[in-house]
């Protein structure tokens, strides 16, 4: 396939998957055909959390114990797991001195966060599906407040 050509079908792709975000989940999804990736809004449909790997791996086994796991997108440096939930109850997330000091952040009202295609099973440690619910954003928080909490919990140089 010529050059021209390929990218043109990346961007088809990428754009058929922003509209499956919007019209199947109800998300703002947009694409930006330069870096080749999905960005997502935040603040209306939902919010986000991002924590470091390390950490994010004991909050989703404890939200999927609960019964409140959603989807979690992986970066494409394996790093840093991104937890979508429901929106925030209040008008700014406000992260604990705590979790900032274990690297967790929540990302604002109106910012931006780059998910994976859907498609894309390696960067989903929960892939999106249509009809399921987002975990409540205190939910998660709550979750992160507990895993940092745990003796044990992530390596030293994160204590």
């Known amino acids: 396939m ?34 080749r990736r999905l960005i997502l809004r935040t603040g209306e449909a939902l919010d986000a959390v991002v924590l470091p790997d390390w950490l994010a791996d004991t ?6 114990q609960n019964l409140q796991a959603g989807p979690v997108c992986i970066d494409t440096t394996t790093t840093w797991w991104t937890i979508l939930t429901e ?3 209040r008008a700014h997330a ?10 967790v952040y929540a990302i604002p009202r109106g910012g931006q966060v780059i998910v994976a295609h859907p ?3 390696p960067h989903w440690r929960r892939a999106p599906e249509p009809g399921s619910r987002l975990p409540p954003w205190t939910t998660v928080i ?3 407040n ?5 003796p044990c919990s992530g390596p030293r140089s994160h204590r």
């Open 2 to 35: 010529p050059p021209q050509e390929a990218a043109d079908a990346r961007q088809h792709d990428l754009a058929g998957a922003a509209d499956w975000y919007r019209l199947k989940l109800g998300w703002p999804v947009t694409f930006d055909a330069v870096h």
């Open 59 to 64: 909050v989703v086994q404890h939200l999927e």
């Open 87 to 89: 929106p925030c109850p």
């Open 94 to 103: 406000d992260i604990a001195p705590k979790l900032r000091s274990r690297r």
């Open 119 to 121: 498609l894309d099973a």
């Open 142 to 144: 709550t979750a992160t």
């Open 146 to 150: 507990r895993a940092v909490d745990r």
